[in-house]
T-cell receptor, first 113, second 113 residues
Framework: EAGVTQFPSHSVIEKGQTVTLRCDPI?????LYWYRRVMGKEIKFLLH????????ESGMPNNRFLAERTGGTYSTLKVQPAELEDSGVYFC???????????FGSGTRLTVV | QKEVEQNSGPLSVPEGAIASLNCTYS??????FFWYRQYSGKSPELIMS????GDKEDGRFTAQLNKASQYVSLLIRDSQPSDSATYLC?????????????FGAGTRLFVKA
């Protein structure tokens, strides 16, 4: 079984630029989550998809962040325009059921300079 | 008050000893409880899940849950140097729109050879 795939693994961009992160969940996992860990802090929830629908986006920091999951398969998270405080590791995770544990991707380390 | 609280550590134990990791949570409606292990620079990996009061054992790991006290713990028997990692407590329960998992900041464990 292929795991959760994220790319790029690293991204360094300048403040004001746009970055798009991609996540491919485990096949058959309807639930897809985005989390973020900024340095020294706990992993914070961003949003939850069930298939192509946003179930909960209460953790999205502001309207510079846009997540999509077209067709209920892979998901993208776009940050536009990026700010310095957006730096961190962005994790994607998927699960078969909303109350089960997750399988995490390897994360995308985003650095905004 | 944080939703999921853990002692950040580091917790240092000698090889072969029992490591005891603790976690408290604030939402009494929480239904699912997890322990993830995260090696430095890697993504979190689910190692234990527990859903009802009591103990759950899996190999050298035992998870303990006490919902009345809002307390979750993880015991690692016969600790090995390879167990050295950050252990994340995570709690899942119904939130607006569905299920969401909240993570603690993690406890760093060092197992000395």
């Amino acid at each position: 079984e292929a795991g959760v795939t994220q790319f790029p693994s690293h991204s360094v961009i300048e403040k004001g630029q746009t970055v798009t992160l991609r996540c491919d969940p485990i096949s058959g996992h309807d639930n897809l989550y985005w989390y973020r860990r900024v340095m020294g802090k706990e992993i914070k929830f961003l949003l939850h998809f069930v298939k192509e629908s946003k179930q909960d986006e209460s953790g999205m920091p502001n309207n510079r962040f846009l997540a999509e999951r077209t067709g209920g398969t892979y998901s993208t998270l776009k940050v536009q325009p990026a700010e310095l405080e957006d730096s961190g590791v962005y994790f994607c995770a998927s699960s078969f059921h909303g109350s089960y544990g997750y399988t995490f991707g390897s994360g995308t380390r985003l650095t905004v300079v | 008050q944080k939703e999921v609280e853990q002692n950040s550590g580091p917790l240092s134990v000698p090889e072969g000893a029992i490591a005891s990791l603790n976690c408290t949570y604030s939402d009494r409606g929480s239904q699912s409880f997890f322990w993830y292990r995260q090696y430095s620079g890697k993504s979190p990996e689910l190692i234990m899940s527990i859903y009802s009061n009591g103990d759950k054992e899996d190999g050298r790991f035992t998870a303990q849950l006490n919902k009345a006290s809002q307390y979750v713990s993880l015991l690692i028997r016969d600790s090995q140097p390879s167990d050295s990692a950050t252990y994340l407590c995570a709690v899942n329960g119904p939130h607006t729109g569905g299920f969401k998992t909240i993570f603690g900041a993690g406890t760093r464990l060092f197992v000395k050879a």
